[in-house]
Structures are given as C-alpha cells and as structure tokens.
C-alpha cells in the first residue's frame, strides 16, 4: 500500500478490494492523471476518506502514475520536551520543522540539521525512526513527489527557539498535548498522518 497526499488530499494504492464504503474508489485502469483525478473530485475527497485507488500491484501503479514528477527527498522531526513538541509556522500553516537531503547526508543527519536551521535549537537527541510520508506540489510549473522520512527525538534544553526567517519560518513553537486539536485543524495531512504515528 502506498499513501500519498495530493492536493493536501489521500490517495491510496493498494491491493486490497476491501474499502470503506464512504470512500471514493476507482480502479487503476480508470485513472491517468491522479491530480487531475483530484482536482475534479476534491469535493468527493476528505481528509479522513481517501480517494482509493485498486490495482493489481499499488508499487507500479504508484510508479506509473507518478513518473512524470521530480522525485525529492526530504528528512524531519517530532521533537519532544517533556509533553511539548515543536512545531513550526510557514505559510499560513503548522508544521514540523523538516528539508531536503543534503549531497552526502544521511537522512538521519538531515532530520537533525533541519531542525536546528529551522528552529534555533542543538542537542536534541535521536530516539527512534517513525514512518515516511508522500505528497506533491508544483515548482516552477513542474510537478513534484516529494518523500519525507521522520524521527523522533528528545530535547531537554532549555534554549530559547530562533525561527528561520528566510525560509519563511514565522514563528518556531513549543506546543502542548492539549493543544493538539487546534494545530491539526490547520496543518497538512502528512503531517497529521506523522502526528497520530507519534
């Protein structure tokens, strides 16, 4: 099975024939263009009921529905102080802080490094893996996949965050459990996804 966010929306390949009903499934044979596929039906698309897409094997329809986009990896974190996790501001939206795969990085290092450029902070320890999530945009007209892979780690500092400004970082926050609800209502999907693993 593979899940990807398209227009902020799931889509799900997968094998299995069994769905849930509320969600909008469609054949593989019936599909071309999986944003165009969304964009017409976004309506039909919720965050919590998927578009579904059934195929004989979901590895090469995701393949083939995705070879004409630039393909990015990207590497981030859920970084926890106590019950608190870090949280970024970037376009309007919450986020966590992440980036691109730097030449001759591991992901892990990029995880590590991002979140200090993005947040100010150092010695934030790695704790384990989490899960990888999908998406796509458009960049100079040009369609991108972009793979992010996530990890936890523990900070027990006390330094005060610095937003990156001019990676359009408005603000990098430590945000409680409690106040959970309120950010998922205005973060992306992925991110909710990476959230409810953690």
Request: glycine share 6%; aromatic share 12%; charged share 25%.
């Given at each position: 099975?593979?899940k ?13 024939s ?32 998927p ?34 996790i ?9 986020d ?23 947040c ?35 900070y ?6 610095i937003p990156?400004?001019e ?19 205005e973060?992306?999907?992925?991110v909710r996804d ?5």
């Amino acid at each position: 099975m593979y899940k990807v966010f398209v227009e902020n929306r799931p889509v799900i390949f997968t094998q299995n024939s069994e769905t849930d009903s509320l969600s909008l499934c469609l054949e593989a044979d019936e599909v071309e263009d999986v944003n165009l596929v969304v964009r017409n039906r976004i309506e039909l698309i919720s965050h919590n009921k998927p578009l579904v897409i059934h195929c004989a094997d979901a590895g090469i329809e995701f393949n083939r529905l995705f070879l004409r986009h630039d393909r990015v990896s990207a590497a981030g974190g859920v970084v926890r102080r106590w019950d608190d996790i870090l949280f970024i501001r970037k376009n309007d939206m919450w986020d966590l802080p992440k980036g691109f795969v730097d030449f001759g990085e591991t992901i892990a290092e990029t995880a590590y490094r991002e979140i200090s450029e993005e947040c100010g902070i150092e010695g934030h320890v790695l704790t384990r893996k989490l899960i990888e999530t999908w998406h796509t945009y458009t960049y100079h007209d040009r369609p991108v996949l972009k793979q992010t892979h996530w990890f936890e780690f523990q900070y027990s500092g006390t330094k005060r965050t610095i937003p990156q400004v001019e990676e359009g970082i408005s603000d990098a926050v430590w945000i409680s459990k409690n106040q959970f609800n309120t950010v998922l209502n205005e973060c992306y999907g992925s991110v909710r996804d990476v959230l409810e693993y953690f």
